[in-house]
């Protein structure tokens, strides 16, 4: 089936997961610390709009209540929380750029292609629209992890498991028509309490090494290193 | 191809030259509104470019053949680029030349013999201008071939006149891929054009020039030249954006209703793409020179999205 | 014996000739100038016209030599492809027949011997005009053989240069390394097929395990004689130190051989191509050219840099022929001959503006003493038409229309551009990624030679020395122009061109281009009108009346004619030559943009009498990363080796009486 035998709001969806996959490129390389926040807000509301069409499309009623979830807590509620936290602990001019953004990116775009090769021997030819969607879940679950290892803010390193989790619910809500309800929220109270001690162990964490830089968490190597 | 439509296509070049410094007037006016102040008449241009034509020319004891030759060979590759993309209809004969290869190779001849100009007299603001300018092509080229490989994935041609013809054949579809190709593209006008924010069309200290500084040594008909040749080349990005991505409106035949409805449709089109264009200079503030690469990553970067959601998300199995 | 043979035949006896009657001139140095050089000359003008001929008549002819071994005599053949490259060959060698006279009367007066210089320039064509013509693996090899010693002999002819020696010894030894893999290679297929003829081995079938055997072998082999990255090193090394006319020629001639060599054992003696092949080639084609044209913006050496850029531009070839193995691979057999023709084009464009270079910078050592960009300056003054033909030079290297470089690059994109009828989609993401790595190659090599132009040419001269240059002689002017009236016309009627090579795939792959020239001349179509379309003569005119038309409008009204004044200023100091943009200060943009590519020194040092001296040294990274592990582990394995070496009689009967045992066990 090719594109333009889709309806219009099949290719709105196409376009909406083609802007996640944008947003979690924004995230990867993105160097000032609330720019990146702000980027995975966009990033779930772009998520919630994509359920909201899946929604419209025919899918379960509760579609529309899972969007509304994903809008308040992923695009509105964390990133306030996040915004917080930033403000507390000093670091809204943070800037932690990469050191070598060329070779992450193109990292990350082979990310891309690789997750592509991956998806494409599953069959089920009327179910092609949507395996495209899952390569692009796939890819933002993998650019994620890449986040994590590339960056080594904390509050970064956040965003990137939030990241990947917004991956996976995409997937969820394009190729199955959405988890049933309890599920989604099981899910997203798991997220919520993850955000809250999250925001609990930073300040543990900058009390006792006095940096959030994750690279420095080292004490427990075998080799008798002091950091002092 | 009859001889009327020969006689279109040198008016549709022509019209080319007669628009451009028009585009650039709007694009001061809407600036000085946004600044709160009345501004020049949007017909000063014109008058600049008169003006200039009539004065003395004055050249370096050490500038060479190279120097004065370069203005003509600028101007003639860069109106000779823009004259063949389509403006007003879709079939005219000279189409067949408008191919995004060629017109990038003509743009590159342009710009290879102003760098050569800024490098003629032997002073430092015309190396500085040339080797910044070069870098930023540089950046550039792959940014904007990526954005048109994306197009022609999807339209299986450069010829410029199939992609538009390819664009009103087909139903509304929205891609993703275009959205990526004309954000891409939109990054590389501002870049090659010499807009804010990467370069100040209208700075005064030369250690913040980049075109104004090749051009710093010309005057008379000299400059006048460069100038028009520099209005020309916005004037064809702004045809390419909108004609590539919204094509309605341009004259699928030659009725004389539909070449009025073309032209207007075109003159609709650019004033709105001024008023954006005059918005993001007034908004954004020029960056710092070696910001202006990790501007064109976000370009490449745009491009090779544009291409990998043609790829994952547009083709069947 | 068909005429184009009777034509080849005689450029290889004239070659022969003109190395002899050099290598007999002993004390008489003029005579190279006046009968070496002109024989030399004629040579090339003999393979060209034979060439031609052979590719107009698209027939192959073959013939036996009666040398050689008694059961195997050398044969020879000349089809489409051998003609197309003995015309590459030919034009550059008329050329520098032309331009070489009066190159070497400046080396009269010295003590080089020139009659060595001629004769091995002889050897050195005869040599490559043989390569292509060879029909089996001996003649192969033992015309590689020549071609390799006699080059190396002409790059070491500066001698007394210590670092000369050891480019020439770099040059010798990789050399010969490239030729062992191609050695193996040909083993492979002869062991196949049961002989050494490429009749025999082009019948035979390979299992995919030994067909992709010999195509790494003859990848490293050809790869490493062409200057491929990671096996280009002796490259910028050798190239400079030659005598610029045989730097034209290896450059822009020898590395075409090395491209022969690949293509006719590949697409011919193979047959059956595999795509992963095509990616390989395609990868490191890529690699290549972006990595030769770095290095290239950060040299202010010319002739190192020209070295570098004919790095960059095999990569383009290289490119070209892996989209073409790609798509042959995958069942595209029309977009592979298209690939396969813009990689040819390719070729003799690069032959002609890098030998066109070349001439120029020889023009440039012979008038002002001086190969370093930093003291050069203003030199459009002084060499008016040999800086009118190197800037021909220029804006063909840097594939602008409407000269030559642009059509073999056009061609490229649109091949690569037509992968959207792939059916792998990563093969679909993958093709763009390296057309769009191509694209920044041509972008930098047109900043590069801004730079070059900018700097030797135009602004102000930089040393006495470069003030003072002298003339340069006629034979000079006319050897680059002739190369550069032709890439004007290779730029201007390629529907021509790609009319007369589409012999080539015809040949070999069984089928041609039809539709590139169905439009008639004007009109170049690789795949169909209305997907691409290129008119360079339609191009040309309408330049050309465009051109005419701002001329008579602004010039002619009869206003006041152009005053001369000073430049500005900003109301300080006037100008002078040393405020002027340098080199490396052109390229400084560049080079903070692709810093971690190379391994870059730089510093700012304090001098003791209170001076500031400024210091930059950019070295290849290929070489740390990759020569001296191998170098180590050579001389490290060299010395476990050389334990055998006790010094012991007794040890080594041994040794004897072992493999003695051995070999008796292997026999019975």
Same mark, same amino acid.
């Given at each position: ?33 609330i ?7 966009w ?10 069409v ?20 992923k695009?509105l ?24 953004p060329v ?8 990310l891309?292609i ?15 629209f949507t ?16 986040m994590?290892?590339a ?19 995409l ?6 028509g ?10 997203a109270?798991?997220?919520l ?14 009390e ?10 080292r ?10 | ?22 585009l650039a %007037? ?17 017909l ?9 034509m ?5 050249? #370096?004891?050490t ?13 003639? +590759? ?9 403006l007003l209809a ?6 067949a ?5 060629v017109?990038a ?8 013999f ?12 015309? %190396? ?6 070069m ?7 792959? +940014? ?5 490989f ?23 579809? &929205?891609r993703?891929?275009?959205l ?8 590389v006008?501002?870049a090659?054009?010499g807009?804010?924010?990467?370069d100040?069309?209208t ?7 980049v075109?104004e ?7 008379g008909r ?10 020309v080349k ?7 954006l909108?004609?590539?991505?919204f ?10 209703? +539909?070449? #009025?409805?073309g ?7 650019l ?6 264009? +005059?918005?993001?200079?007034?908004v ?28 994952? &998300?547009?083709v069947?199995? | ?20 009657v ?22 090339g003008?003999a ?5 031609? /001929?052979a590719?107009v ?6 013939a ?16 489409a ?21 009066a190159y ?5 007066? $010295?003590?080089?011997?020139?009659a ?13 005009l ?5 029909a ?9 053989? @020549?071609?390799s ?16 020696r ?5 040059y ?38 030994w ?5 790494g ?10 200057g491929?990255?990671? !096996?280009?090193a ?11 006319? @045989? ?32 990616v390989?080639v395609?990868?490191? $084609?890529?690699?290549?050219? !972006?990595?030769?044209?770095? =290095? ?6 010319l002739?190192?840099?020209l ?5 960059e531009?095999?990569?383009?070839i290289?490119?070209?022929l892996?989209l073409s193995l ?9 977009l592979?001959?298209?690939?396969l023709?813009a ?9 002609l ?9 020889g ?22 038409w ?15 229309p409407p000269?030559n470089g ?10 690569a ?16 990624i ?6 920044? /190659? ?24 470069v003030?003072h240059?002298?003339r340069?002689?006629f034979?000079?002017?006319?050897g ?5 009236a032709?890439?004007?016309?290779? $730029? ?15 040949q070999?792959?069984?089928?041609g281009?039809?539709?590139a ?7 170049? /179509? ?21 051109a ?13 004619g152009?005053?001369?004044?000073? /430049?500005?200023?900003?109301g ?8 002027? =943009? ?14 971690s590519?190379?391994?870059i ?43 055998l070496?006790?010094?012991? !009689?007794r ?18």
């Amino acid at each position: 089936m090719s594109l333009t035998e889709l309806p219009l709001l099949e290719q709105f969806m196409l376009v909406l997961s083609a802007l996640v996959l944008f947003t979690s490129f924004v995230l990867l390389a993105q160097a000032r610390l609330i720019s990146t926040i702000h980027a995975f807000a966009w990033q779930g509301a772009l998520v919630a709009a994509v359920t909201t069409v899946v929604a419209a499309t025919g899918g379960s009623g509760h579609l529309y209540f899972s969007a509304l979830l994903t809008l308040g807590l992923k695009a509105l509620l964390i990133p306030w929380m996040l915004h917080r936290l930033a403000r507390r602990l000093d670091l809204e001019r943070h800037v932690d750029a990469l050191d070598r953004p060329v070779p992450v990116i193109m990292a990350a775009v082979a990310l891309v292609i690789f997750a592509y090769w991956l998806v494409l021997p599953m069959v089920a030819e009327e179910m092609i629209f949507t395996r495209n969607i899952v390569a692009i879940s796939l890819s933002v679950v993998l650019v994620g992890l890449l986040m994590m290892v590339a960056r080594a803010q904390a509050v970064v390193q956040v965003l990137g498991f939030m990241s990947i989790e917004n991956g996976l619910f995409l997937a969820a809500v394009s190729a199955t028509g959405g988890m049933p309800l309890v599920v989604e929220l099981g899910v997203a109270f798991d997220v919520l309490v993850a955000m809250i001690l999250f925001g609990v162990f930073f300040f543990q964490i900058r009390e006792s090494i006095d940096s959030l830089d994750v690279d420095r968490l080292r004490r427990l190597t075998e080799t008798a290193e002091d950091d002092a | 191809m009859t001889a009327s439509h020969w006689i279109l296509a040198a008016v549709q070049a022509l019209l080319y030259l007669a628009l451009a410094p028009l585009l650039a %007037g709007w694009l001061r006016k809407v600036k000085a509104w946004l600044q709160n102040r009345r501004g020049a008449p949007v017909l000063q241009p014109y008058r600049d470019l008169f003006k200039l034509m009539h004065k003395e020319v004055r050249v #370096a004891h050490t500038a060479s053949p190279v120097f004065t030759s370069a203005p003509y060979i600028v101007f003639v +590759a860069t109106w000779l680029a823009a004259a063949t993309l389509p403006l007003l209809a879709v079939d005219l004969p000279t189409a067949a030349i408008a191919d995004i290869i060629v017109l990038a190779g003509l743009l590159g001849l342009a710009r290879f013999f102003l760098a050569l100009a800024g490098m003629d007299v032997g002073t430092p603001f015309g %190396g500085m201008g040339a080797s910044r300018e070069m870098m930023i092509s540089t950046l550039a080229e792959p +940014a904007m071939l990526m954005a048109v490989f994306t197009l022609t994935m999807t339209a299986h041609s450069t010829n410029l006149a199939s992609v538009i013809d390819f664009q009103l054949t087909s139903d509304f579809t &929205l891609r993703p891929s275009y959205l990526f190709a004309l954000a891409a593209l939109v990054l590389v006008a501002l870049a090659e054009c010499g807009r804010i924010p990467v370069d100040n069309p209208t700075t005064h200290l030369e250690l913040t020039m980049v075109h104004e500084g090749m051009i710093l040594e010309y005057s008379g008909r000299h400059l006048a030249l460069m100038e028009w040749a520099a209005q020309v080349k916005l004037l064809l990005f702004g045809v390419l954006l909108v004609n590539i991505f919204f094509p309605w409106g341009i004259a699928q035949s030659f009725a004389p209703a +539909a070449l #009025a409805t073309g032209l207007g449709a075109i003159v609709l089109k650019l004033g709105v793409l001024g008023i954006f264009l +005059a918005v993001g200079e007034t908004v954004l503030a020029k960056m710092r020179l070696f910001r202006a690469p990790a501007f064109l990553n976000l370009a490449l970067l745009l491009g090779l999205l544009g291409l990998l959601s043609y790829v994952i &998300l547009e083709v069947g199995a | 014996m068909s005429a184009a043979l009777l034509l080849v035949a005689t450029a290889v006896g004239l070659a022969l000739a003109s190395a002899a009657v050099s290598l007999a001139s002993g004390a008489w140095p003029s005579v190279l100038r006046r009968v070496g050089m002109p024989l030399f000359g004629l040579a090339g003008l003999a393979a060209f016209a034979g060439g031609l /001929t052979a590719l107009v008549q698209g027939e192959v002819v073959t013939a036996t030599l009666p040398l050689g071994l008694p059961w195997l005599h050398w044969q020879i053949r000349l089809d489409a492809l051998a003609g197309f490259f003995l015309v590459v060959i030919g034009v550059v060698s008329f050329a520098v027949g032309l331009y070489g006279p009066a190159y070497v009367r400046g080396m009269e007066k $010295g003590r080089d011997p020139l009659a060595a210089l001629g004769g091995f320039s002889g050897l050195f064509l005869a040599g490559m005009l043989l390569v292509v013509l060879a029909a089996d693996a001996f003649v192969f090899m033992i015309a590689w053989e @020549i071609m390799s010693l006699s080059s190396y002999f002409l790059v070491a002819f500066h001698h007394e240069n210590s670092a000369n020696r050891r480019a020439g010894f770099l040059y010798l030894l990789m050399a010969h390394v490239g030729g062992l893999f191609i050695l193996l290679g040909y083993a492979v297929l002869a062991g196949f097929g049961g002989g050494f003829e490429f009749a025999v081995m082009r019948s035979v079938e390979l299992s995919p395990a030994w067909a992709s055997v010999v195509f790494g072998l003859a990848f490293i082999g050809f790869g490493m004689k062409a200057g491929l990255v990671p !096996l280009h090193a002796w490259l910028p090394e050798a190239h400079p130190v030659a005598p610029s006319h @045989i730097s034209a020629l290896m450059s822009a001639v020898m590395l075409k051989v090395a491209v022969y060599g690949f293509i006719r054992v590949v697409f011919d003696l193979v047959g059956e191509v595999h795509w992963q092949w095509g990616v390989v080639v395609l990868a490191v $084609g890529s690699i290549t050219a !972006l990595m030769g044209v770095l =290095y290239a913006l950060m040299q202010h050496d010319l002739k190192r840099l020209l070295a570098y850029h004919s790095v960059e531009n095999i990569g383009i070839i290289f490119i070209g022929l892996g989209l073409s193995l790609l798509f042959l691979a995958t069942g595209h057999s029309l977009l592979g001959v298209l690939a396969l023709v813009a990689a040819l084009y390719h070729t003799i464009n690069h032959a002609l503006f890098k030998g066109l270079l070349f001439l120029g910078a020889g023009a440039i050592l012979h008038s002002a003493n001086e190969r370093d960009l930093g003291k050069m300056g203003g030199l459009l003054r002084r060499m008016p038409w040999t800086g009118f033909f190197f800037l021909v030079g220029c804006i063909s290297i840097a594939a602008l229309p409407p000269f030559n470089g642009f059509v073999s690059e056009w061609l490229t994109f649109q091949s690569a551009l037509q992968a959207w009828q792939l059916e792998s989609g990563v093969l679909r993401s993958l093709v763009p990624i390296a057309a769009a790595m191509l694209a920044l /190659t041509g972008a930098l090599a047109a900043a590069c030679f801004v730079k070059v132009y900018g700097v030797a040419f135009l602004g102000q001269p930089r040393s006495r020395q470069v003030r003072h240059a002298r003339r340069v002689p006629f034979g000079m002017r006319v050897g680059q122009g002739l190369l550069a009236a032709l890439c004007l016309l290779l $730029g201007v009627l390629p529907t021509v061109i790609v009319g007369l090579l589409d012999a080539i795939p015809r040949q070999l792959l069984g089928e041609g281009l039809p539709h590139a020239t169905a439009e008639g001349w004007l009109w170049l /179509t690789p795949v169909a009108p209305d997907t691409a379309s290129y008119s360079a003569p339609l191009v040309v005119l309408l330049i050309a009346v465009m051109a005419g038309l701002a001329w008579w409008v602004w010039h002619a009204g009869g206003r006041a004619g152009v005053q001369r004044c000073d /430049t500005w200023d900003c109301g300080f100091t006037p100008p002078g030559p040393r405020m002027q =943009y340098t080199a490396p200060a052109f390229a400084q943009p560049i080079r903070r943009v692709f810093g971690s590519v190379f391994a870059i020194e730089e510093a700012v040092e304090r001098q003791e009498d209170g001076s500031q001296r400024y210091r930059l040294a950019v070295r290849d990274r290929a070489w740390n990363l990759f020569y001296v592990p191998v170098v180590r582990a050579v001389e490290a394995s060299a010395r476990q080796v050389a334990r055998l070496q006790s010094g012991s !009689l007794r040890v080594y009967l041994g040794w004897t009486l072992a493999t003695l045992l051995v070999l008796l066990w292997i026999i019975s």
